[in-house]
């Protein structure tokens, strides 16, 4: 009898399913750079939780227009990611971010190396919606988490980084 029973709780054990995180945004009060700063527009502002698409709000970030320019998180360890989102700017300029490239990855200068998670930003994806959603596909491990934009001016309201949390 107790071997009947220790093997109904084996299979019983073996049929649970393997435990997966909850898909949360990571991204939200973590520490933010980028490749460089116009006005007081700086890299935090993305992950502040604020979705505002209008600059004077004060809660979207802005770069020089250098020959690269990107917008990095450090999500302090890695994670798998399953899919990113950008809240674009909508006062202005929303077009800038065409070809705006998302990378997830664990090299931290790996804004041009890093795995692509989807395809660049296209003005389809700009004029559909003010933000853009981007499915890693597969998903992708990594700690840090980029958009870059060669030859224009980078600007991001926000973005939220979905992904597993191990818990
Ligand atoms: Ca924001």
């Not at 993305?46 to 004077?56: E, F, L, Q, T, Y």
């Not at 296209?122 to 988490?145: F, K, L, M, W």
């Amino acid at each position: 009898m107790y071997y009947l029973l220790c093997l109904v709780c084996a299979l019983v054990y073996l049929t649970i399913p393997t435990a997966t995180g909850r898909i949360v945004n990571l991204s939200g009060g973590t520490y933010a750079t980028q490749s460089s700063v116009y006005g007081n527009k700086v890299a935090e502002k993305a992950v502040d939780g604020r979705k505002s698409g209008n600059m004077n709000d004060g809660s979207c970030t802005h770069t020089e227009n250098q020959a690269v320019n990107w917008w990095k998180v450090d999500l302090g360890k890695h994670f798998k990611i399953k899919y990113v989102r950008l809240y674009n700017r909508q006062d202005c300029c929303k077009e800038r971010l065409n070809g705006a490239n998302i990378r997830v990855g664990n090299n931290t200068y790996g804004w041009l190396t890093n795995p692509q998670c989807g395809g660049v930003v296209t003005i389809a994806d700009i004029n559909n919606s003010n933000v853009i959603s981007r499915q890693c596909t597969p998903e992708i491990i990594g700690r840090y988490v980029s958009v870059s934009l060669s030859h224009e001016y980078l600007s991001l309201c926000e973005v939220e980084v979905w992904g597993d949390d191990g818990n």
